[in-house]
Structures are given as structure tokens and as C-alpha cells.
């Protein structure tokens, strides 16, 4: 028996001795498995069931719809003869392309599920019983676990990243974000917050890049009566202040003022923040929390940080990769992103074709899941129909899953090519910006999002390197 026949013969064993009951349907939908579970389950013969389209024998299925969008679904609901069954729908890559879908019922009937529960619950002792009971109180934390739950994504390096950012939650300690644009370092912020001993203070958040420079100060610190003309009587908290007991997300840190980054540091020393225009000194217990899309280290060497400031900062560092590099949870992304923004338009239930989630996989998300929802947006608002085709994708998609155009971008991981690129002795780095414009025919959008980087920081990069 050759080694294909003998795994064929393993599979069928496992599949015909599950308990669950299992469909497989080829890529028209055609039904090519159907064990003895299902026929038990449907009441239907094998060889009634094989090579028939799969609506045809399962009632409410939606494996033809997993063939066309390639997205999973867990753990769904699915009336067969009036009963209310979990299913799972699975679909099959191979290349590019969905070539099966497998279907699988977890629970015969959800009263199944109740009667699990109902054991569980038997079975469970006093104590324990207790120690339910006092969990379900901590109403805040319960919430707070969804938080976590909401930060979408199944890739082995996002869910390091979610099981370090939970550790850092429990504790007090300083956390440093880095990610590019878009990728949800204020996401994560706010559920290492939600999730923190602090919970129950605010969570207060500045944006260092977005507010003025002379107004940052009297932001952050506050000010006492008289500091300046048109000051408020009676003076007024700074937002370091406000988040006693709570957490300070200090957002795109990397552009915070050299002199801003002096007083901050203080207040990290001290614990005791002066406003401006006063010598009084308020404590404060704050949990920073800092993000950045920028390269801290790179900015000490250009005197623009401040070293101790960022080794204050760095207590533990939390890196998010950008979605390119974490192919996996694009599919994840666009599912449920596609159903969120359907349902709060208010629209019919909207699904990608199984070649535009092809188009989309390769393509490279400069601006993260930020993007992604921007562009979701766009095509709910603007395609009537139910199937979103490559057709109807922005021609940036296009643009970059055109032949020409597929280069060490395609395949890159952050790992690879975008550390290989920022890693690079400067005159290297150079002539990657360079080549980049050179294929972008000088379009510094394109070419920022060739080479992985926000476009502020290409325009940076052009300053340094005097790429005019
Ligand atoms: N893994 C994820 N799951 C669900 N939503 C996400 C995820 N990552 C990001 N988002 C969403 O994407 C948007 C951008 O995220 P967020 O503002 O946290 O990014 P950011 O890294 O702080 O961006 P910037 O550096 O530009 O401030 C938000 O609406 C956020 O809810």
C-alpha cells in the first residue's frame, strides 16, 4: 500500500468513527465525505448524500458560501429539523484557492450544550461554586476580559503579542508600543488599561503629535491661576493629573518636544508633577502607557529623544507587526471588520469572493487594519451587490497584484525584508528609498507603501538622505 493510500485510509477511519458529524464538499460544492454521523443526524443515506450539491442534502448550510470567501466560521449556529445545532465551517486553501469546505457539527442540538453545563455545574464544588460567584461580581473585570477579546487575530506573533500586553496589564510597570500607523497600539492600550489594577480610574489620552506645541505643556502639566494671559481662574489639572489612578496614554511619544521630554521624565522620577506657572508640587500614580510608530533609537542618535527618557519609557516593550506580516489575520480581519461595517449600516449581509480575498491577502496594508476599515467602508457604501469581486477592490489593490509589481514585497515578513531594510547601513537605506521611487516613477505614496513605511517617515528618511 503506498504512503497516500495509507494516509487516505487513516483520514476515511477518522472521518466514518467521529462522533461529530462530517461533510466535505468540493470546490462547486459538491458533497465528497459524509460520514456515518451526519447520515445518523439527517436521516439520509451515504450514497443518497455523495455527489449531491451540498443545499440539496444539508438544510441552512453555508459550506458554498465558505467556498466563495475562504473565511472560517466557528462555532455557529445552524438550524437542521428544527434543531439548533454549533457548527463549524472550514474552509480548504491550497494555492491561492479554495479547493473544499468542511463542515462539522460540534453539538447535536444546543440542548446537548445545556446538558454539558448542567453536569458541569453538578459537578462542581461548593468552594468553587463560591468562587464563581464572587467573579461574576467583578462586573468591571468581566468587561475588561472582552477587551482583549476585541483585538482580533489568530497569528502566532499577534497572539504572543496579546499574552505579553495581558502579563503587562496585571502590573503597574511603564509600557512602550511600537507598531506601524494603524496597526492598534491605542487598542492595546486601552485593554492593558481595562485589564490593569487601575481599571476603575480613567483612561486619559494625548496625542504628543497633534497638539501644539505651547499648548502641550499647560495640557500634560496644567497650570495655576495668573501662569499666563487668559489662564482660568483658579488654574487648572493637566491630563497627568487626571489619570491618577488611572493610565496616561502618551500617543506618538517620538514627537514629543526635547524640552517636554525633560519635564516628563521628572514627573517619571518624581512621581509629582508641577504645573505651569507654580512651584507646588501635586502627586500623581499615573500608569504610562507610550506608543510610537517611530524608531526611538534611531531618534537618540539623532539627539531628537532623549536617551533616559526612553529606557524610563522602555520598562516593557510591547511590538506590534504590521498586518502584512501576519498574513493570516488579514483573512480574520476582513470577515469580521465586512460584518461590522454591514451591520452598522444596516445593510445585507456583504461577502468578499474567494479571488478578491486572494488580492487582498497579497496585498501589503501600509496603513494596517486602519486601512483596511477605511477601505471596508468604501466598498459597503459603494457596492450594491452581495458579492464584493476584485472588480470593485481600489486600484492601489490592483496596483500592487499586478505582475510588474511583485517583488520581495509580496512575500516579505517583517522579519525578512523590513528588518533587512531598516537595519541597513545608511547608504543602503538610501538607495532601497531610491530604487523604491524609481519603480513609483517618484509617487512617494506608492513608494512608501513599497518599502513598508508610514509616509511621514519616507518623508523624514528624504530629508535625511537630501532626496529631493
Ligand atoms: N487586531 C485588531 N482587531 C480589531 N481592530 C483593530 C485591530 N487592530 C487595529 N484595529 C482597529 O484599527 C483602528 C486603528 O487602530 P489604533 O488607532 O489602535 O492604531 P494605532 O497603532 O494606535 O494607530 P496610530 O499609530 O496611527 O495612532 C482602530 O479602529 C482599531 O480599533
Known sequence: ???????????????????????????NG????????????????????????????????????????????RGKLQTIAGQKMVVHRIPVWEGGTVVAAIGMLVFEGVSELYEILD?????TNYSEKRLLKVDSKKDKQNQSNTNFDEIIGQSEALVNTKRLAQKASKTLATVLITGESGTGKELFAKAIHEQSPYADGQFVSINCAAIPEHLLEAELFGYEEGAFTGAKKGGKQGLIELASH??????EIGDMPLHMQSKLLRVLQEKEVVRVGGIKPYPTNARIVAATNKNLLDLINEDQFREDLYYRLNIIPIHIPPLRA???????????????????????QKQFTAPAISMLMKYHWPGNVREMMNIIEQLV???????????????????????SSASKFEHSTEKDWFHEFKSNKNDEEKEYILKALKQTNGNKAQAAKLLGIHRSTLYDKLKKFHIT
Open 119 to 123: 453536569q458541569l455545574e453538578e459537578n
Open 326 to 348: 501576519r498574513k493570516s489575520d488579514v483573512r480574520l480581519l476582513l470577515a469580521k471588520i465586512l460584518e461590522d461595517v454591514c451591520q452598522k449600516y444596516e445593510t445585507n
Open 246 to 251: 488611572g493610565t496616561l496614554f502618551l500617543d
Open 1 to 27: 500500500m503506498s504512503v497516500q493510500q495509507y494516509e487516505a485510509n487513516i483520514l476515511t477511519t477518522i472521518l466514518e468513527h467521529a462522533y461529530e458529524g462530517v461533510a466535505v464538499v468540493d470546490k
Open 381 to 403: 457604501s459603494l457596492v450594491d451587490k452581495e458579492h464584493i469581486s476584485p472588480q470593485d477592490l481600489p486600484i492601489e489593490i490592483h496596483t500592487e497584484n499586478e505582475p
Open 30 to 73: 459538491d458533497i465528497i465525505h459524509f460520514n456515518d454521523a451526519y447520515c445518523r443526524i439527517l436521516g439520509v443515506k451515504k450514497e443518497e448524500a455523495i455527489g449531491r450539491y451540498v443545499t440539496d442534502v444539508i438544510e441552512n448550510t453555508r459550506l458554498h458560501h465558505i467556498l466563495e470567501t475562504g473565511v472560517p466560521e
